[in-house]
């Protein structure tokens, strides 16, 4: 008995996958989403023009419904979705998407505002009249033909393209590791320069350059720059940034619009509008009254009008940053070259296509010679058998049929067999004397066409010249003026951020545990004194009202800094807690805001902070050093690093480097240091410092704060400690020395029960003063019910520790005399 083969084999995963994946990449890769390099056409696309073109729905016929163009290409030609052919079909036919459409349709075809199309059995199609040149010769043996899938058809591989498609349609399409995005081109260009590139195959990427200046888009626009479109145009990849057409007009009432004429290539332009409104509901942008798409059958027209006196140009440039009013387009250009998919630049597309052109011509040549060659030779037999006609016919009377006549006209008078088969089945009206000289002209005719046609395939140079006469012919039948225009100048705009913001006053609110808001003056006046909104746990780090134009600066204790502009604050009434800075960046669990500044401007040379840890360093940082990166919102900026897990910023202070300042730094253990600011160094902001006061092992600084000397004899010291005692003193009984010193003493050390400092405070006339404890009860203290004391002194107790808990904070209250020795003009 024979042998049974197993059918089954056992095949490592990875060889299966890699076996299969590899098939279905090569697939994928070659027939179905990178178009040819020849034609510019992917196999879908090919399929369509065929089909179309084989069931006579060219564009000198009348339309056919889509449907029925879906269902042969489907049928015949490409065995997938209807779905997937339609859509292919209806790419083909939009002029927003196509710069030369290649199908005409009647009905719904979609829209630039990403509308769909109608469905295929409501709508019309046929080719363009520009398709014929892609078609034209295609039955001439100009190029390759295969079996369709189910072996029933022939289809074409490529087709005799007249033009070069990939440049003028361009291309895009995303495969198994490869991609394709090719932008269309102006068809005059492509043709000059294809011409220019026959006439001298050695022309640089410079020379044809100066025909095709760049990509022209169909829905215009403006093109930013030259750098991108050379890089491109040289590798085949490369970066452009496209920019609407837009135009500044004047209107009733003093006031200005912007109108757009052109926008981006792709750009959706129902998603634009819609992004523009946004800005101006959302007051991102103020200066905005309203935003309408006036488009018709005139034209494309977005018109956006603005209010009185707002700057023009300023807010179209805030506009072409922050939408599709202009945008990247990235240079891919990946096509199929001899079945490879490969990365080309300009000049290799023109080569590909001329190459192209030159088989299909000497293939169209060769086709053509041979009909001319075989009509000739029947053309040369009648004429013959008219100067002979009375023996041909007695010859032809002779024989018994048809097959005979042909034996014996071929053997008696040596004609071919093709010759004998035209005679005998010539009609009788053929032999008058007029169709002789018919026939001797066709001869002549056909005699100049044979040499035309050897001289063709003989001659380099000639077929050289056909071409170029059949490109001209193209240039002038379909030819038309660029759309897009090449600007020399930078894709870069300026925007004015200030200038783009409606000035206005507004109460703002920061808290300790990181809720910030801001409220219109209306909410907080209508609101009760106090009701702020936020928790109890929590407290006030900063409120004040602000112009709209002023920046924020919050300092944490972790060393790091928020950047926020007050301008982009969430708007929430008073009694509102607000936005929590979390649900923005990652902030700490632990970490809490321990300074607010609010800063008119960004660029003050002069200004710098000052900023203490609790382990004993410290440093200046200059403002330039600490402006807002791109990612503010969502990331802090490190101002402090911090050298261990328990560090922690305890102050920052505001200071000019022109101004002559003191540092005074106070310990848990009492010690108090005091000396010039100059002795601080100023550094970078990812710096931990240097060494601020020289601590014993277990203690840590309290508070740290800069002042002016000159108001020294009327700066006051408020000290709490954990027994609960309350002292304040002169601050000159510091007395000033130089930096990292261990200090001297402002508390009497006990030997028992020692005092340990736990807050301070400073001021120049007598304030209340908050004091809060662990079980967060507050205790108003009046300084001037408070004598001062000397430095060994340990002041008297404001609270019970037992009862009321430890002291936690010190909070600076109003003042108790007039505001014109306020605190605020004196540090």
């Keep these: 008995m024979p042998e049974t083969q197993e059918r089954i084999r056992e095949m490592p995963l990875e060889q299966v996958m890699g076996e299969r994946f590899g098939r279905y990449s090569k697939y994928i890769i070659q027939e179905r989403a990178l178009p040819d390099i020849r034609d510019g056409l992917k196999p879908v696309q090919r399929r369509i023009l065929y089909a179309m073109y084989r069931d006579g729905n060219t564009a000198d016929k009348p339309f056919k419904k889509a449907a029925k163009a879906v269902g042969n290409i489907m049928g015949n030609y490409h065995p997938h979705g209807d779905s997937s052919i339609y859509g292919a079909l209806v790419f083909l036919s939009q002029d927003w998407k196509m710069r030369e459409p ?13 509308d769909s199309p109608a469905a295929m059995r409501y709508t019309e199609s046929r080719l363009s009249k520009i398709s014929n040149v892609l078609l034209e010769d295609i039955d001439k043996e100009t190029v390759p033909m295969v079996l369709n899938f189910d072996d029933t058809a022939y289809e074409p591989t490529v087709l005799p393209a007249r033009f070069p498609n990939l440049l003028v349609n361009g291309s895009t399409g995303i495969s198994s590791g490869y991609a394709t995005e090719i932008p269309p081109h102006n068809l005059s260009e492509v043709l000059d320069a294809t011409i220019h590139l026959l006439k001298h195959p050695d022309a640089s990427l410079d020379d044809l350059m100066e025909f095709i200046k760049g990509p022209d888009f169909p829905t215009g626009g403006i093109v930013m720059g030259t750098k991108g479109i050379k890089d491109a145009y040289l590798t085949g990849k490369g970066r452009i940034q496209v920019r609407a057409k837009t135009q500044i007009e004047e209107i009733r009432g003093h006031r200005q619009q912007i109108v757009v004429t052109e926008v981006p290539y792709l750009v959706n332009k129902a998603q634009l509008v819609k992004k523009i409104d946004e800005i101006r509901v959302s007051r991102d942008l103020d200066g905005i009254s309203e ?33 599709d009013l202009q945008v990247s387009y990235n240079f891919n250009m990946v096509a199929i070259d001899h079945m490879t998919p490969v990365q080309v630049g300009l000049k290799r597309i023109l080569e590909a296509y001329l190459e192209h052109a030159q088989e299909v011509l000497t293939k169209r040549t060769k086709f053509d010679l041979g009909k001319a060659k075989d009509r000739l030779e029947i053309i040369q037999g009648l004429i013959k058998a008219m100067s002979i ?57 056909l005699e100049a066409k044979i040499a035309a046609f050897e001289k063709i395939l003989a001659d380099p140079k000639v077929l050289q010249k056909e071409i170029i006469k059949e490109l001209t012919a193209v240039k002038k039948e379909f030819g038309n003026p660029r759309r897009t225009q090449i600007s020399d ?27 910030i808001k801001r409220s219109s003056m209306r909410s907080y006046q209508s609101t009760e004194s106090g009701d702020n909104g936020l928790p109890e746990t929590d407290r006030v780090v900063y409120e004040g009202t602000l112009s709209t134009l002023t920046n924020l600066y919050l300092f944490t204790n972790y060393g790091n800094l928020i950047y926020r502009p007050v301008h982009e604050l969430t708007e929430t009434k008073w009694k509102d807690v607000g936005q929590h800075l979390s649900q923005e960046l990652g902030l700490a669990a632990d970490e809490q805001i321990i300074q607010v500044y609010a800063l008119e401007k960004l660029d003050d040379e002069d200004a710098a902070f000052l900023m203490a840890t609790n382990d004993g360093f410290i440093k200046q940082v200059a403002l330039k050093d600490l402006q807002p990166t791109r990612t503010y919102r969502s990331r802090a900026i490190m101002a402090m690093k911090l050298k261990s897990d328990t560090s922690r910023v305890i102050s920052v202070d505001l200071v000019k480097a022109s101004e002559e300042r003191e540092v005074v730094l106070l310990t848990n253990q009492a010690f108090g240091l005091r000396y010039d600011l100059s002795e601080v160094p100023m550094i970078g902001a990812r710096a931990a410092g240097v060494k601020s006061i020289n601590l014993k092992d277990d203690d840590y600084v309290v508070a740290c704060y800069a002042f002016d000397p000159a108001y020294e004899d009327l700066l006051k010291l408020g000290l709490v400690t954990q027994r609960g005692a309350f002292k304040q003193m002169k601050l000159d009984l510091i007395g000033k020395t130089t930096r ?42 009046r300084t001037c019910d408070h004598p001062l004391g000397d430095r060994q002194s340990n002041g008297s107790f404001v609270i019970d520790v037992t009862t009321d808990g430890e002291p936690r904070e010190l909070l600076l209250g109003k003042p108790l005399t007039s505001a014109e020795a306020d605190a605020s003009r004196l540090f």
């Design 291 to 323: 935003v309408r798409d006036e488009t018709d059958r005139h034209g494309l027209s977005i018109v956006i009008e603005l209010k009185k006196d707002a700057d023009a140009q300023n807010i179209l440039n805030y506009l072409l940053k922050n939408t």
């Design 102 to 114: 290649l199908i005409e349709m009647h009905g719904n075809n979609g829209s630039m505002d990403g």
């Design 740 to 781: 990292a010193k261990r200090g001297v003493l402002v508390l009497r050390n006990l030997k028992t029960k020692p005092h340990r400092l736990v807050a301070a405070k400073f001021y120049g006339q007598d304030h209340e003063l908050t004091l809060i404890t662990s079980s967060m009860r507050k205790q108003v203290i």
């Design 389 to 445: 006609l009375d023996q041909v016919i007695k010859t032809i009377r002779a024989s018994k049929n048809k097959a005979d006549a042909k034996k014996n006209l071929v053997k008696e008078f040596d004609f071919s067999e093709r010759q004998a088969e035209a005679i005998v089945s010539l009609q009788l009206y053929r032999l008058t004397n007029t169709d002789v000289l018919a026939l001797q002209k066709e001869q002549k005719e």
């Design 489 to 515: 100048e930078t894709a870069k705009v300026e925007i004015d951020e200030k200038a783009l913001i409606a000035e206005e006053d507004v109460r703002v609110l920061v808290s300790r545990d990181g809720y």
